[in-house]
């Protein structure tokens, strides 16, 4: 199956050339043709990663620094597919020995990129599985790990439709190392050896804030902190309307609002201006000189970069924007991590683990401005709530956490220390 795979693809790559050749991307879109065609110059390498996009990229950061740190003498390739997952990558990991796209899925491709980088060990995040690629590196001596892998439902129901040719590309996988147990069962069902399967959580838990500046203007805040996170279009005016009614019923409640993207900052000030109600800019608050509690009025507009994460240890509690409008949700383990309460919409799609929050009482799921204000008071007069629903939280981070370890001594297992 894997033959008549390897022309189909050859015949598929002829007619993907043309979207490639035309398609917008970066300003030296050369380099992304050579390196996806396997047209490139290639050195050899010790360990090649391979992560789809920016959340690929993003969840196995923690894993990819601990593993230059671990083997410093290693060469270490990172591959990404898109455009946006590159640009991540070289912002975020200049340790790398190279950063590159991944040749299609091609022998053509395939085969001299293989032959130039003769890899120790191939390293897939989240179940990215290419079968020329996959047999390619293992006809070359060459060990290849899952990591952080993950299947959904969805993704089930349509790999069982192909179970005779998944068995295939799945024998040449030497471990599986899925996210949680569902996705443990569900390789296996696939095809995967039992006894080459286990379970090691996600890389998104190994986060570590404890050392990061504290936030001095929020330190002589007093009051609660109501903070909605990565608002989106559509959000802002759910939030600001439920702040209104909070402080009606709870008057000592500042309302921060931290909007996903910057060029909604102007935007946002001119919704809450309109409303007739008192801000101030985050931009506009004196790092160098004490602002006093009295100088600051009920809501802060967070209109600048990097503090939302630090900000997370200072509040009361926190919403999760992207969740009120079918955006998918952002992260809501930061605010786990530091025990906060946590609240979210109905589309939380992008963090699955959000379900276990909701059944270990770890958040409130909201659909409303009327119901995040009830929420809210709820959770600020119920004596422990708070305390409750923050202690709930923590405990599924520290359950999940270790995964970054894990995967570091299956790495030393194969491929033996540095």
């Not at 390897?6 to 050339?17: D, G, K, P, Q, R």
């Not at 179970?163 to 024998?171: P, Y």
């Not at 939030?239 to 900052?265: G, M, N, Q, T």
Request: net charge positive; with cysteine; proline share 4%.
């Amino acid at each position: 199956m894997l033959h008549l795979y390897n022309v189909l693809s050859a015949i598929a790559v002829v007619m993907y050339s043309p979207w490639i050749l035309f398609k917008k991307g970066p300003d030296d879109k050369s380099i992304f043709i050579r390196e996806r065609f396997g047209m490139a110059r290639y050195k050899k390498t010790d360990i090649w990663i391979h992560a789809v996009s920016v959340g690929e990229v993003i969840a196995c950061l923690p894993f990819l620094k601990a593993l230059k740190n671990e083997f410093p003498n290693k060469k270490i390739t990172l591959s990404t597919t898109t455009y946006t997952g590159q640009g991540i990558a070289q912002k975020n990991f200049p340790e790398a020995d190279r950063i590159m796209y991944v040749p299609v899925d091609t022998g053509l491709c395939v085969g001299r990129v293989v032959r130039a980088m003769r890899p120790e060990l191939f390293v897939t995040v989240e179940t990215e599985l290419w079968p020329v690629l996959t047999r390619t590196l293992k006809k070359s001596g060459c060990a290849i790990i899952v990591l952080n892998g993950r299947i959904s439902e969805k993704s089930f129901k349509g790999y069982k439709k192909i179970g005779f040719f998944m068995n295939e590309m799945l024998s040449y996988i030497d471990y599986f190392y899925m996210q949680s147990d569902g996705d443990a069962d569900r390789i296996t069902l696939l095809g995967a050896e039992k006894e080459k399967v286990g379970v090691m959580g996600n890389f998104k838990f190994d986060i570590s804030l404890d050392n990061a500046a504290p936030l001095a203007w929020l330190d002589h805040i007093t009051g609660k902190i109501f903070l909605a996170a990565s608002t989106h279009e559509g959000e802002d005016e759910i939030i600001l309307d439920a702040f209104s009614s909070i402080k009606k019923r709870y008057e000592k409640v500042r309302l921060i609002i931290a909007p996903r993207h910057p060029e909604r900052f102007n935007h946002v000030a001119e919704m809450i201006e309109n409303r007739g109600l008192t801000y101030i800019r985050r931009s506009h608050i004196s790092d160098e000189r004490r602002t006093t509690d009295e100088e600051i009025p009920d809501i802060i507009l967070l209109d600048t970069i990097g503090e939302l994460s630090r900000a997370f240890s200072r509040v009361s509690i926190a919403f999760i924007g992207g969740s009120l409008v079918p955006v998918g949700g952002h992260n809501i383990l930061e605010p786990a991590y530091w025990s906060r309460p946590i609240i979210f919409g109905t589309y939380m799609n992008n963090f699955p683990i959000s379900k276990e929050f909701l059944e270990k009482s770890a958040a409130i799921q909201v659909t409303h401005a009327d119901n995040i204000s009830e929420t809210v008071v709820d959770i600020l007069l119920t004596e422990g709530k708070a305390a409750e629903l923050g202690k709930n939280a923590k405990a599924i981070v520290e359950k999940n956490t270790g995964a970054v370890n894990k995967a570091l001594q299956l790495v030393r297992r194969l491929i033996g220390t540095a």
